[in-house]
C-alpha cells in the first residue's frame, strides 16, 4: 500500500483506495473509496472504481486491506497518559516488592526532577494486596517528593516532601497520615506534583499520547481536563498543540460548574466544547470513593470514620440540575463523572429537575453526558433514555476488575458487582453509548475495547461487535453533538483507519440472536474477529480529515 504523508498546511489530495474492504453502510459490499477536500466523496464497488481512476491525484492500493471510520475514544486525560507512556508506569508490576523496585530504578534515572511522577498501582492485584507505605516509597527515592496515582487516579500515595509542598493538607478530607490520599487532599497534592512539571516536559507527553493514538487507528479524542484534574494552561496547551501540529482531532471538556452566562463564556474561552467531563458527582469504586446506596462490602464497620462506608458524594441533585439548567441556557452541554449508584440517582433527579424548569426537550436536545456509569439500574436506565443522556463508557474496566474474582465482587459482592456496566439493557432503553479509554487508567486500545463490551465478563451486558464498533466511532461524535461523522459516507470527514485484519465476519452476543444479520445475504457490513485470543487489527494508516497522521513503518 502506497501513499506519501503530506505537510501541514498542505491541502487534502484527492485519492481513490481501491482493492480491500471499507466499512460503509452506504455499501456494505464495498471495496473503494475515493477522498476529495477532506471529505469522503463516494464509496462503492471495484467496478465503479475505474471511473474515477483518471479525477484524483493518486490511487491507494489497498492490498486487501480493511478501511474504518477512525475511532473516537470519548474520555481520555491526555498528558497523563503521556507521562505514563514516557516515564513511571507502574500498571505491569505483579507484586508490592517489583513497584518498590521499578520507583527505586525511575528516581536514579530522573536525578533533576522536581517532582517524582508515576502511576498505575493496584493493590488488588499484588500478593501483598496493600499500597507501598510512605516509610518504603522514602526509602525507595532517598526522601524525594515523589507522587504515585493508584491505576483509577481517584487516590495517590506520597512522600512526605511532597506533603511539604502543599501547607495545610494534614486537614483537608481525605487526608490519611500513612496510606493513600483521596478526596481534596489529593486534589490538592496533585495540583503541586502537576506544578513541578515544566511547559517542555508536558508538550512531549500529549505529543507521545497524540503518536500512540494516532498508532491504533484513533482520529479524535475528547480530552477530560478540569481544575482538578489538569489545570487551564495543560487544557488550553493541549487544544493549541492539536490545532497546530498533526494528529488526532482533540474535543475539549472542562468540568467545572456553570451557574450562569458569564460562567458559560468563561468554558468557552478556554476552548472547551462542554462543561463537564470529569466533573465528579461521586469517586471511585477501586479508592471506596464512588458513592453507594449501601455500604461497601469490603469495609469493616471500624475502619476510620466510623460506621458503614458508602463512599464520598461531591455534588448533589440541587447542584447537578442548577449545573444542566445554567448549561442548557447558555447553549453548552453537561457532563458528570458518576460511578455509583447513589451518585446516578443524583445525576438522574438533578437533570430531571433542570428539565422540569426548561422542558424535557431542550434538555434532551442538550445531548448531556456521563462519564463512566457504571452501577445504572433499571430505573436510571429508563431516566437515562428519556432525558436524552449520553453514557460514555469504557468496557475495558469490566475486563480488568469485573468478574466473581475481580475488584468490583471484592468492593461490592458478586451480586451487586454482576449488575455493573449493563451495556445490552442500556442499548435496548435507547441510551445513546459513546466508548472510551479513561487512558491511562486502562490503555488505549479501540479493538480491545470492543472486544470487552462484546465478551463482557456478565454475558446478559454483552453487546454485538457492530454496536461496539458503532459506539466507538459514530457514538464518540454523537455525543459532541455531530450526526454527520464517524462513518465512512459520502459528505462525512475523511477520517478513517487502514487495518491489517483477520476475516470478516458478523459476531453477535450469543446464540440466542437470530442468525439472520449474520448471513451474508443480509448485508450486514463484516469485522475482525473479536474473539478472545484472536489476534487484534494492525493499523497501517491513520487519516484525520484527508491527512495522513499516522504510517506504520515498512508498509
Do not use: K
Not at 321 to 334: R, W
Not at 382 to 389: C, I, N, P, T
Not at 445 to 456: K, L, S, V, Y
Not at 491 to 512: E, I
Amino acid at each position: 500500500m502506497s501513499e506519501s504523508p503530506t505537510r501541514q498546511d498542505d491541502a487534502p489530495r484527492t485519492l481513490l483506495l481501491r482493492g480491500g474492504t471499507v466499512h460503509s453502510p452506504a455499501d456494505p459490499f464495498a471495496t473503494a473509496m475515493v477522498v476529495e477536500g477532506g471529505a469522503v466523496a463516494w464509496v462503492g464497488s471495484e467496478g465503479a472504481a475505474d471511473a474515477f481512476a483518471d479525477g484524483v491525484d493518486e490511487i491507494v492500493d489497498l492490498e486487501g486491506a480493511l478501511v474504518t471510520p477512525a475511532f473516537t475514544d470519548a474520555h481520555v486525560h491526555t498528558t497523563a497518559t503521556g507521562l505514563a507512556l514516557t516515564g513511571l508506569d507502574l500498571s505491569g508490576a505483579r507484586t508490592l516488592a517489583e513497584a518498590l523496585d521499578r520507583v527505586r530504578a525511575f528516581a536514579a534515572d530522573r536525578p533533576g526532577d522536581r517532582v517524582l511522577l508515576g502511576h498505575g498501582w493496584d493493590a488488588t492485584r499484588w500478593p501483598e494486596q496493600r499500597p507501598p507505605s510512605r516509610a518504603e516509597l522514602e526509602a525507595a527515592v532517598n526522601g524525594r517528593p515523589l507522587y504515585l496515582t493508584r491505576v483509577d487516579v481517584h487516590s495517590a500515595v506520597v512522600t512526605g516532601a511532597l506533603l511539604d509542598l502543599v501547607p495545610g493538607v494534614a486537614g483537608l478530607p481525605g487526608h490519611s497520615p500513612e496510606g493513600p490520599l483521596t478526596r481534596e487532599a489529593h486534589h490538592a497534592v496533585r495540583r503541586a506534583a502537576q506544578a513541578a512539571v515544566t511547559p517542555g516536559q508536558r508538550a512531549e507527553a500529549q505529543r507521545a499520547a497524540l503518536r500512540r493514538a494516532a498508532s491504533l487507528g484513533i482520529g479524535t479524542v475528547h480530552e477530560c481536563g478540569g481544575p482538578d484534574i489538569s489545570g487551564a494552561d495543560d487544557f488550553t496547551g493541549l487544544l493549541e498543540l492539536a490545532a497546530t501540529e498533526r494528529g488526532p482531532r482533540v474535543l475539549g471538556y472542562w468540568a467545572e460548574q456553570i451557574r450562569n452566562a458569564e460562567d458559560a463564556a468563561r468554558i468557552r474561552e478556554l476552548g472547551a466544547v462542554g462543561a463537564g467531563g470529569d466533573l465528579f458527582v461521586d469517586g471511585s469504586l477501586g479508592s471506596h470513593t464512588a458513592c453507594l446506596h449501601e455500604p461497601y462490602a469490603d469495609v469493616p464497620p471500624d475502619a476510620p470514620g466510623g460506621g458503614p462506608h458508602t463512599g464520598t458524594a461531591y455534588l448533589d441533585a440541587p447542584a447537578i440540575a442548577a449545573h444542566v439548567a445554567a448549561c442548557t441556557e447558555a447553549g453548552l452541554q453537561a457532563g458528570f463523572h458518576a460511578i455509583g449508584d447513589a451518585a446516578l440517582t443524583a445525576v438522574a433527579s438533578g437533570v430531571r429537575g433542570a428539565a422540569e424548569r426548561l422542558g424535557l426537550a431542550a434538555v434532551r436536545a442538550a445531548r448531556h453526558r456521563v462519564e463512566h456509569a457504571e452501577m445504572l439500574t433499571p430505573e436510571t436506565i429508563a431516566d437515562f433514555a428519556e432525558l436524552g443522556l449520553t453514557a460514555s463508557v469504557q468496557p475495558a474496566f469490566d475486563a480488568a476488575w469485573g468478574g466473581a474474582d475481580g475488584m468490583y465482587a471484592r468492593r461490592l459482592g458478586a451480586e451487586r458487582a454482576r449488575t455493573l456496566n449493563p451495556y445490552a439493557a442500556m442499548l435496548r432503553a435507547g441510551v445513546p453509548l459513546a466508548l472510551g479509554s479513561d487512558s491511562p487508567v486502562t490503555p488505549l486500545d479501540p479493538w480491545g475495547t470492543i472486544r470487552a463490551a462484546a465478551f463482557h465478563r456478565t454475558p446478559e451486558h454483552r453487546i454485538s461487535v457492530r454496536a461496539a464498533f458503532t459506539a466507538h466511532t459514530r457514538g464518540g461524535w454523537r455525543a459532541v453533538g455531530r450526526d454527520d461523522a464517524g462513518v465512512l459516507v459520502p459528505g462525512a470527514p475523511a477520517d478513517y483507519a487502514v487495518w491489517q485484519a483477520s476475516d470478516l465476519v458478523v459476531q453477535v452476543p450469543d446464540t440466542r440472536v437470530a442468525n439472520w444479520s449474520t448471513d451474508p445475504r443480509s448485508g450486514t457490513p463484516g469485522l475482525p474477529d473479536l474473539t478472545p485470543g484472536a489476534e487484534l487489527p494492525v493499523c497501517l494508516r491513520t487519516v484525520v480529515g484527508g491527512h495522513t497522521v499516522f504510517a506504520r513503518p515498512n508498509e
